[in-house]
């Protein structure tokens, strides 16, 4: 990213749905190569495609949930789901990230971090977030990010119980 380079981040309007399920496939097409050798998982269908992500629609009919686009100089770049839901048994949390995408070139640039600590400085509460124990990279990029975020405190991490959710979980407050 130049320094010149504009990061955004918005609350995606219903009729963005189709940017936002456009993404998601690139998205899905990422979590693909962690997949394990014979998995019937995340296959293409005849169109080419993935399948939709099953939950983007109840992002504008659910309270609590957030739908969020990042640009880079009014571009799409990446989107953010916030929800609810909580990856432990027995767990409550305000703010889950659901989902988090930034696209491949716009990757270790900073828009990652920038719209991280943006999230957090919107949307306040306790806030999870469940990284899958297969994804390498994710395993580095939340612990760090979530620590370099100047309004949180409370930061635990938990390990998943491999039945709700299986990986590291990290649980925080955000002022």
């Known amino acids: 990213m130049t320094a010149e380079a504009a990061f955004t981040l918005t609350l995606a309007r219903p009729e963005e749905a189709p940017l936002l399920e456009g993404l998601m496939q690139f998205y899905i097409y990422d979590f693909s190569e962690m997949e394990p050798p014979g998995s019937t998982g995340f296959e293409l269908d005849g169109t080419g495609r993935f399948e939709p992500y099953p939950y983007l629609d109840r992002y504008w009919s659910e309270e609590g ?20 839901h909580s990856h432990r048994d027995d767990g409550h949390v305000e703010r889950n990230m659901g989902e988090f995408f930034v696209a491949r070139k716009h990757r270790g640039r900073g828009l990652a971090d920038w719209a991280l600590h943006e999230i957090l400085a919107r949307y306040p509460g ?9 994804n390498a990279r994710a395993i580095v990029f939340w612990p760090r990010a979530i620590k370099a975020a100047g309004n949180v405190s409370e ?15 990290w649980t925080f407050v955000a002022r």
Not at 65 to 70: H, K, S, T, Y
Not at 126 to 134: G, H, K, P, S, V
Request: net charge negative; hydrophobic share 45%; no cysteine.
């Open 65 to 84: 949930r957030i739908p969020l686009i990042l640009r880079v100089d009014g571009h799409p770049a990446g989107f953010a789901l916030i929800n609810s």
């Open 126 to 134: 306790r806030w999870e977030i469940a990284i899958a124990q297969r």
């Open 155 to 169: 930061i635990e991490e938990i390990q998943g119980d491999g039945i709700h959710w299986t990986g590291p979980i």
